[in-house]
């Protein structure tokens, strides 16, 4: 069965340092992969996603993701973090083909920002 | 970009009665709508997944004549927690998708549910 483990539950980083996230999967083949933030009272917000090409994907809010294919892992970062980048981030995954849009979570990590 | 809302944001119930939450795509047609459920300090666990004008697909373990899924028209969804128990006390969070936004699901902000 398919399953996507962000190893962090918590992370706390100093204001302006720089912010890595991981995620691993587990899956049959590569699927579809997805960063997610959740900010309290707001939805989930999608950040970046990779379907296919160039291993490295840029999203929004200055955040980058690499996916490596040997290592299952989609790990997400950001140069330097802002204090409102505080919330809690989610890995996700989809299958390829007709099911591509069931979404399967990782467990999230939340981000603790230090001033 | 896409907009989802949920109503209400927050709900306290009864055990034994039923509570309705709604859920609309504001600025496109939603073909599939999913429903989500969030236990504190969890990920979210999808409950099912509906299509316009279709039964709902549910999630094993997830018990379809307690939570009942519509979703009768291109922009609204609805879930009903019926006979609610507090363990039924949760965040649920829904998302909407549609063949022009492939694979990608835009959520409501969520719906707290309290049952006392």
């Known amino acids: 069965a398919q399953s996507v483990t962000q190893p962090d539950i918590h992370i706390t980083v100093s204001e302006g340092a720089s912010l890595e996230l991981r995620c691993n999967y587990s899956y049959g083949a590569t699927p579809y992969l997805f960063w997610y933030v959740q900010s309290p009272g707001q939805g989930l917000q999608l950040l970046l996603k990779y379907f296919s090409g160039d291993t490295l994907v840029q999203g929004i809010k200055g955040f980058e993701a690499e996916f490596k294919r040997s290592q299952s892992s989609f790990n997400l970062r950001k140069p330097s973090v802002h204090w409102s980048d505080a919330a809690e981030y989610f890995c996700?995954?989809?299958?390829?083909?007709?099911?591509?849009?069931?979404?399967?979570f990782g467990g999230g990590t939340r981000v603790l920002v230090k001033p | 970009g896409a907009v989802v809302s949920q109503h209400p944001s927050r709900v306290i119930c009864k055990s034994g009665t039923s509570v309705k939450i709604e859920c609309r795509s504001l600025d496109f047609q939603a073909t599939t709508m999913f429903w989500y459920r969030q236990f504190p300090k969890k990920s979210l666990m999808l409950m099912a997944t509906s299509n316009e004008g279709s039964k709902a697909t549910y999630e094993q373990g997830v018990e379809k004549d307690k939570f009942l899924i519509n979703h009768a028209s291109l922009t609204l969804s609805t879930l009903t927690v019926t006979s609610a128990h507090p363990e039924d006390s949760s965040f649920y969070i829904c998302?909407?998708?549609?063949?022009?936004?492939?694979?990608?699901?835009?959520f409501g902000p969520g719906t707290r549910l309290t049952v006392t």
């Open positions: 998302s909407a998708t549609s063949g022009t936004l492939r694979y990608e699901q835009y």
């Open positions: 996700a995954v989809a299958p390829r083909g007709a099911a591509g849009n069931k979404l399967t």
